[in-house]
């Protein structure tokens, strides 16, 4: 029972073009999400992260967008670079609890020269 | 250190030999995480800490995992007659704040503990 999904295994993108990966949750309780970037051998880092009081988070290149009534999140990557390529994991977790991350099973973004 | 460090890096073990696995997380932070992350999967949650308290361990596999924080800093990860299912990558992460309602809270990761039970 995977309560966060990320449905595209992989994405590959062109340089300077805009990159979407796309996170799907069940969980309602969910309110906090947050994108991490993982190269190989490497230990997942924060990337941007949005409460679910938003509906859009805005960071230099990176925007993530929650739509709470679809249980859909989004990040958009614009311009790409090549630099972008990594394992992208979409996160989520709920007030009241640990805060323990329940994570998706990531996206593959390639971005091509 | 500025980071989250674990260590080892890798670990090669023989089904049936007890491993520890260690986290030293950023100086300061109150909560620290352990994830386990198979090939292909995301990080799943095993334990959490709030200083040296152990507050949730509803992830843990089974009973041959522990961990413990008995100053409130460094952490052990150890299973014990480790099996072949229990190769992974193992994450340790910390965070500064205590868990509370809406606050913007964000894990940090170290680079993980790659175990092989052979």
């Known amino acids: 029972d995977q309560q966060v999904k990320q449905n595209s295994p992989s994405l590959s993108v062109q340089e300077g073009r805009i990159s979407i990966l796309n996170c799907d949750y069940t969980n309602s309780m969910f309110d906090y999400f947050l994108w991490y970037k993982k190269y190989p051998a490497e230990g997942p880092t924060f990337l941007i992260s949005?409460?679910?009081?938003?509906d859009k988070n805005e960071d230099g290149r990176f925007t993530v967008f929650l739509n709470k009534s679809a249980k859909h999140l989004s990040l958009h990557i614009v311009p790409s670079q090549p630099g972008d390529s990594a394992v992208y994991f979409c996160a989520a977790s709920t007030s009241g609890s640990a805060r323990q991350l329940t994570f998706g099973s990531g996206t593959q973004l390639t971005v091509l020269p | 250190g500025a980071g989250v460090s674990q260590s080892p890096r890798y670990k090669v073990a023989k089904r049936g030999q007890d491993v520890a696995l260690r986290c030293d997380p950023i100086s300061g932070h109150v909560s620290l995480f352990w994830y386990q992350q198979a090939l292909g999967q995301g990080p799943e949650f095993l334990t959490y800490?709030?200083?040296?308290?152990?507050?949730?361990k509803s992830g843990l596999p089974s009973d041959r995992f522990f961990a413990e924080r008995p100053e409130g800093s460094v952490s052990t990860l150890k299973i014990q007659r480790t099996q072949q299912e229990d190769s992974a990558v193992y994450l340790c992460?910390?965070?500064?704040?205590?868990?509370?309602?809406?606050?913007?809270?964000?894990?940090?990761f170290g680079p993980g503990t790659r175990l092989l039970v052979l």
């Open positions: 949005i409460s679910s009081i938003k």
């Open positions: 992460a910390s965070s500064l704040v205590f868990p509370s309602g809406l606050a913007l809270e964000t894990q940090y």
């Open positions: 800490f709030q200083n040296e308290a152990q507050l949730d």
